[in-house]
């Protein structure tokens, strides 16, 4: 049965291919753009270091995303 | 009703939808891969080769869909030039880029086994690789041009003129004789496919729906976080 399940009776290099094929590729995608997201939230971070401390109050007054971003990182810190 | 629609709001509403995603995710995929997988009955004719249509056909939809969305805005945004649209087309473009290669390369694999070439020139077959084609030319202008206004005017003229494309595709196993079969699944009018195939198969779409979402919303908050970096000072 279970030789049967991996053969898929003699089509298994083409079914498990394209579900590896698919399957992989999303993942590669998924961390492509959760790194790239990482660094973004990172970059902004620090631009948010190099305010004044008036203009960061500020900034984090007007800004519920820059709220969100500085209380993700602390969460993760 | 537009104070909903601002970005700080519009980005507290993408983190809860990653959130959620990524908690039903992994459930639905491997209820998705064993009903695909195990439970799902050969084809009469095709044998278990016929497994790959529950990568292949969701792939197809998402990304004739991702298009047809792009389509759509890029209208509205020369009309409207409403901005968030510009950064959902942006975000949404390589998701439909990789849905449509997905197709093209899990459809080769299907080809062979079932009609003994990776690949044919018919109809069905060259629209979606005119398709993929297209989306590497919608996110090209996003990479060559600087200025907004020529990007969001060179894009919408590519995606509208790549939207001649989709009825193409959808009806090119109709128009001409081509070695890819004709729709089993119809919106209007009954399909020809068994439920045992249908219900694996729309489990496998929402599975496939979702992974698209969550990368979408993710490069639509990396989009948000740009803008926001860019505008920090005058926040």
């Not at chain 1, 991996?6 to 399957?23: D, E, K, P, R």
């Not at chain 1, 492509?32 to 109050?57: A, D, H, I, R």
């Not at chain 2, 044998?47 to 298009?67: E, K, T």
Request: proline share 3%; hydrophobic share 55%.
């Amino acid at each position: 049965m279970i030789s049967n399940f991996i053969t898929m009776n003699g089509y298994g290099l083409y079914v498990w291919l394209s579900f590896s094929i698919a399957f992989i590729s999303c993942a590669v995608v998924y961390i492509k753009t959760k790194k790239t997201l990482k660094k973004y939230e990172q970059e902004f971070l620090v631009e948010l270091q190099t305010l004044t401390l008036e203009e960061k109050n500020k900034a984090l007054e007007n800004s519920k995303v820059a709220q969100q971003i500085l209380a993700i990182s602390s969460k993760a810190n | 009703m537009f104070k909903f629609f601002s970005s700080s709001n519009i980005y507290l509403l993408i983190q809860k939808l990653i959130k959620f995603i990524n908690s039903i995710f992994f459930l639905i995929l491997v209820i998705g891969l064993t009903f695909a997988l195990v439970l799902s009955p050969p084809d009469y004719l095709q044998g278990d080769a016929v497994r790959i249509m529950y990568v292949h056909v969701p792939s197809a939809w998402i990304g004739l869909a991702c298009f047809s969305v792009i389509t759509l805005l890029s209208v509205l945004n020369f009309i409207f030039k409403i901005k968030n649209f510009y950064f959902i087309n942006k975000s949404l473009a390589p998701v439909g880029l990789l849905f449509t290669c997905l197709a093209i390369v899990t459809g080769s694999l299907w080809g062979q086994p079932t009609w003994g070439t990776w690949w044919a020139w018919d109809a069905r077959l060259t629209s979606m690789l005119v398709l993929m084609l297209f989306y590497f030319l919608y996110i090209l202008t996003f990479k060559l041009f600087k200025s907004k206004e020529l990007i969001i005017k060179v894009s919408s003229a590519i995606a509208i003129l790549g939207s001649v494309n989709l009825p193409i595709i959808k009806y090119s196993v109709e128009w001409w004789s081509t070695l890819h079969q004709p729709a089993s699944i119809k919106i209007t009018g009954s399909s020809s496919i068994h439920s045992d195939m249908m219900l694996p198969l729309m489990v496998m779409l929402l599975v496939f729906l979702l992974y698209a979402a969550l990368i979408f919303l993710m490069k639509y908050k990396t989009e948000i976080i740009r803008i926001k970096k860019k505008n920090i000072k005058r926040d």
